[in-house]
Each structure stands twice: as structure tokens, then as C-alpha cells.
């Protein structure tokens, strides 16, 4: 699966194991940021967090953010504003 190198993650109902699954691809795909907006946003920012480190061996260099008081469009206005990353923002519900 293909994805953009900024993701803003839309929790609809929080943390579910398939998480697990869609940060591996994010790796893999070499995305450089993600932003989590909504339920267990700061909860789903950790994960990923501890997703990409890992057992410490060959962590993965994630950027992430979590934004619990701000509106979908508000994220996505910051993860377009960030200029050290290039590329359009790629919203994904979960």
C-alpha cells in the first residue's frame, strides 16, 4: 500500500489491534510523519511511538504528533504547514 510521507490518523474509536498493522506499513512506506487527531489521540501517539522503536534494535525515526482539543482540518493545516517534510497530507480513518 501506498502512502503520502505526511498522514494525519482520524481515531474514530480508538486504539484496535489492526493499529499494529497500519504502522508496520507506515514504515515500510517511509512515512516521515503522523499526526493523530481524536479519540485516544495522545494514547495512539504513544503507540506508534513505541511501534516504531520497537525492542530498541532498529528503531524507525517517526515524527508524531497528537492533537486532542483541535479539529480534523486544524491538523491537517499543521501537517501541511510543516516544511521540513515535502509532499501532500494524507488523511486516513481509523
Not at 514504515?27 to 503522523?34: H, N, Y
Request: aromatic content about 8%.
Amino acid at each position: 500500500m501506498s502512502f503520502a510521507s505526511k498522514i494525519v490518523l482520524h481515531s474514530r474509536s480508538g486504539y484496535r489491534p489492526e493499529l499494529d498493522a497500519l504502522v508496520e506499513a507506515f514504515v515500510c512506506a517511509k512515512v516521515a510523519f503522523v499526526a493523530v487527531v481524536g479519540v485516544d489521540a495522545s494514547r495512539l501517539e504513544d503507540i506508534v511511538d513505541e511501534l516504531c522503536i520497537g525492542d530498541g534494535s532498529a528503531p524507525y525515526e517517526l515524527l508524531t504528533s497528537s492533537h486532542t482539543d483541535e479539529s480534523l482540518q486544524e491538523v491537517i493545516d499543521f501537517a501541511n504547514s510543516l516544511s521540513l517534510f515535502t509532499g501532500d497530507v494524507q488523511v486516513i480513518e481509523f
